[in-house]
């Protein structure tokens, strides 16, 4: 049992009409949380860890994790990097044994993006690692990085034919009307464009900002070729609110084994609710 890449799971999942959640992950429990999870309903998952978590835990930590884990659970584990915008960053993980990366270089202007996804899926695919990248931007906070609505803006479907095609990416994340956090209001999500994408572009769609989309909205864009779904804050925010009412409730309590346990069974009902919405039951 090893850590593999998303190439071929997303790709199924595209043909099949499902999708692989992608839980936004930042220490050994929350990965044991979705690992239980992922095992019992013999799920995929990503474990996917921003530039901020690989702080709180080093990469080569973080992967020894995954693969006793993988192990333990006898599934393979990804382990993904969410939104990293170095190139000597990506190589440094992927050297160390990550297998699936995402190249955020959504900010910069379409050609200087096109150059360094390039960059970065030629130094990746020789390691078997498959590359996810931006084009378009979200709004919302991740991790220390926030867009705010003026800057965000959507996927133009003929840019994201020639950015496919120049660069050579093995899924493309798409701005489409969601944000990464919780929303205000219900997000408006611009289906026609994405139908248009996925008729133009057949690599897996990824949908970040998952948290909070309506469950229609989030199965209708699984059917217009999304095949990988993000979620973060709703995970965060189950497991902290958790953790809050036990302390209310046990306010001399200190052990983390029982503090952390409900934190974890919090977020677990949340990862089985995804795993339900993106029908990856049963796909390992
Ligand atoms: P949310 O925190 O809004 O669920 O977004 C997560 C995400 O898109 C990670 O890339």
């Given amino acids: 049992m090893s850590i593999i890449s998303t190439k071929y799971l997303l790709q199924r999942a595209r043909q099949q009409g499902w999708a692989v959640p992608a839980f936004n992950i930042h220490n050994a429990e929350t990965i044991q949380a979705v690992l239980e999870v992922c095992a019992e309903r013999q799920s995929p998952a990503i474990l996917a860890g921003t530039p901020g978590?690989?702080?709180?835990?080093?990469?080569?930590?973080?992967?020894a994790l995954c693969r006793a884990y993988s192990k333990s659970y006898n599934m393979p584990t990804i382990l993904?990097?969410?939104?990293?915008?170095q190139f000597d960053d990506i190589v440094h993980k992927v050297n160390a044994g990550v297998r699936s990366a995402m190249i955020d270089a959504s900010h910069f202007p379409f050609e200087q993006n096109v150059d360094l996804v390039r960059q970065v899926v030629n130094f990746c695919h020789r390691a078997d690692c498959s590359v996810e990248a931006e084009l378009g931007q979200l709004g919302g906070q991740e991790d220390d990085k926030n867009v705010d609505a003026q800057n965000a803006f959507l996927t133009d479907p003929q840019q994201a034919v020639e950015f496919v095609h120049r660069t050579g990416i093995d899924s493309l994340a798409v701005a489409i009307g969601t944000a990464h956090g919780m929303y205000t209001q219900p997000p408006k999500i611009d289906f026609d464009r994405l139908s248009v994408i996925g008729k133009l572009v057949d690599i897996p769609l990824v949908l970040h900002g998952g948290s909070g989309v309506p469950n229609d909205d989030v199965t209708h864009a699984i059917?217009?070729?999304?095949?990988?779904?993000?979620?973060?804050?709703?995970?965060?925010i189950a497991f902290a609110n958790a953790v809050k009412a036990y302390f209310a409730e046990n306010p001399n309590a200190n052990d983390p084994r029982f503090y952390m346990r409900t934190g974890m069974d919090a977020m677990k009902q949340v990862v089985h609710e995804k795993i339900t919405l993106c029908g990856s039951e049963g796909r390992l």
């Avoid at 978590?53 to 992967?63: G, N, P, S, V, W």
């Fill in 223 to 236: 059917r217009l070729g999304v095949a990988k779904v993000n979620v973060g804050t709703e995970l965060k």
């Fill in 80 to 85: 993904h990097l969410d939104h990293h915008e």
């Fill in 53 to 63: 978590t690989y702080k709180h835990i080093a990469c080569e930590e973080m992967l």
